[in-house]
């Protein structure tokens, strides 16, 4: 089994900045792609940002474009999102990804990855 174990979350005021970390540990895995996803309380669980490491391309979604980067090391299975300028509506619990294959669903279905971390809970003060 593979695991994921994320860290870094905590509280911030709005405007700071917050580096998430995640890695994998288990049974030899090599991932085709690695993401985080958010889910605020009564929200659904949403695409943040991935990064497919056979291409380096990094994807995120509109709302954290030119503040979130994602980055990561695929020899360790380790991805880290550099949040800065964070906003209220950033509260969440972010959960890191872990994709062994390309899926249909593309990078920003929770579908399609295989293993998920349990979540570390970021909240952005006003």
């Known amino acids: 089994q593979v695991q994921l174990v994320e860290s870094g979350g905590g509280l911030v005021r709005a405007g700071g900045s917050l580096r998430l970390s995640c890695a994998a540990s288990?049974?030899?895995?090599?991932?085709?792609?690695m993401g985080w996803f958010r889910q605020a309380p009564g929200k659904e669980r949403e695409f943040v940002s991935a990064?497919?490491?056979?291409?380096?391309?990094?994807y995120s979604v509109d709302s954290v474009e030119g503040r979130f980067t994602i980055s990561g090391d695929r020899a360790k299975n380790t991805v880290y999102l550099q949040m800065n300028s964070l906003k209220p509506e950033d509260t969440a619990n972010y959960y890191c990804?872990?994709?062994?294959?390309?899926?249909?669903?593309?990078?920003?279905?929770?579908?399609?990855?295989?293993?998920w971390g349990q979540g570390t809970q970021v909240t952005v003060s006003s």
């Open positions: 990064i497919i490491w056979n291409s380096g391309g990094t």
């Open positions: 288990g049974r030899t895995f090599s991932s085709y792609s």
């Open positions: 990804a872990a994709a062994g294959s390309p899926s249909s669903w593309g990078t920003r279905a929770p579908k399609a990855y295989d293993f």
